[in-house]
């Protein structure tokens, strides 16, 4: 069993930035990630990154969003730069962990002037 705390989200100006964690309840030696979903829309994939530091980015977030992790700390961050009010959304992390998919209870962020 895993938990997922996810923190950081808030309401941001566009054109600002924000800096999601997601802590864990124990090591996680194996793929983790963020999604998102926005009201009205399903959730999709934001970034992962494996236990070794690879990163996968959805196209519309590469060039703004940063995955890292702390593997000593169990911490999963994202860095999101020059936000845009289309990023408005719930953002989860999740860990994928023996066949199984383990979710963060959701960060809200809002980006609006």
């Known amino acids: 069993q895993v938990q997922l705390v996810d923190a950081g989200g808030g309401l941001v100006q566009p054109g600002g930035f924000l800096r999601l964690s997601c802590a864990a309840s124990?090591?996680?030696?194996?793929?983790m990630g963020w999604y998102r979903q926005a009201p009205g829309k399903q959730r999709e994939l934001v970034a992962t990154?494996?236990?070794?530091?690879?990163?996968n980015y959805e196209d519309s977030v590469k060039d703004r969003f940063s995955i890292s992790r702390d593997n000593a700390k169990n911490t999963v961050y994202l860095q999101m730069n020059t936000l845009k009010p289309e990023d408005t959304a719930v953002y989860y992390c999740?860990?994928?962990?023996?066949?199984?998919?383990?979710w963060g209870q959701g960060t809200q962020v809002t980006v609006s002037s």
């Open positions: 999740v860990a994928y962990v023996g066949g199984k998919v383990y």
């Open positions: 124990r090591s996680i030696f194996s793929i």
């Open positions: 990154i494996t236990y070794g530091g690879s990163r």
